[in-house]
């Protein structure tokens, strides 16, 4: 086996996400508006100015829930419970879902993807149907939030589908062990 380190600092994610995360931010928004108009959209970001309690307990929650579906999606997956623990970083107030033993890429990829479909990805279609505009702010604000996750999927796309996967011990990311034979694998 051949071990690949694809961690990152939080720089390099949190600008990554950015570049992921700023062009499909502004075309979705885009897409909604000339679907629906603006009005929709400045009815509901008055709505969240109204009631901030209403939209940072739906921001917490829904962080919360990303994390919750990370580790579901890898525990079902992977077929082992054991296999995620939640980690609180009280210095930064973060709470996270870290993988605790070696997984299949497949399993981890899946568990990199279900936070931003299920918060984001859906709701934002459900909300082109509707013209929610309060639907299309929230799942923004979730695609935002799996943009990282998104970072990393890009990073592993020449990984092989026989690779396994490690949590990185101190640093955003995971190690990948890829079987010895030919492979087109590299850290990009």
């Not at 931010?25 to 400045?42: C, H, K, S, V, Y």
């Not at 709505?47 to 990303?66: K, M, S, T, W």
């Amino acid at each position: 086996m051949t071990k690949h380190d694809f961690s990152m600092s939080n720089l390099t994610i949190n600008l990554g996400s950015l570049v992921i995360a700023l062009p499909l931010f502004m075309m979705l928004m885009f897409i909604f508006m000339a679907i629906w108009g603006d009005d929709r959209l400045g009815y509901s970001l008055i709505l969240f100015a109204q009631y901030p309690i209403l939209f940072f307990g739906v921001l917490i929650g829904g962080y919360l829930l990303h994390q919750v579906i990370h580790g579901l999606t890898w525990q079902w997956l992977s077929g082992d419970a054991d296999t995620v623990k939640y980690v609180i970083r009280w210095k930064s107030l973060a709470i996270s879902a870290e993988i605790t033993k070696t997984m299949d890429i497949f399993p981890f990829v899946m568990g990199l993807i279900m936070p931003g479909l299920v918060l984001g990805v859906l709701p934002m279609m459900m909300s082109f149907i509707d013209g929610s505009g309060a639907l299309l702010l929230i799942s923004l604000i979730f695609v935002l939030a799996a943009s990282d996750d998104w970072f990393m999927l890009w990073k592993l796309r020449n990984v092989e589908s026989d690779a396994i996967v490690e949590n990185h011990p101190t640093r955003t990311g995971v190690f990948v062990y890829q079987p010895t034979h030919p492979s087109t694998i590299h850290n990009q």
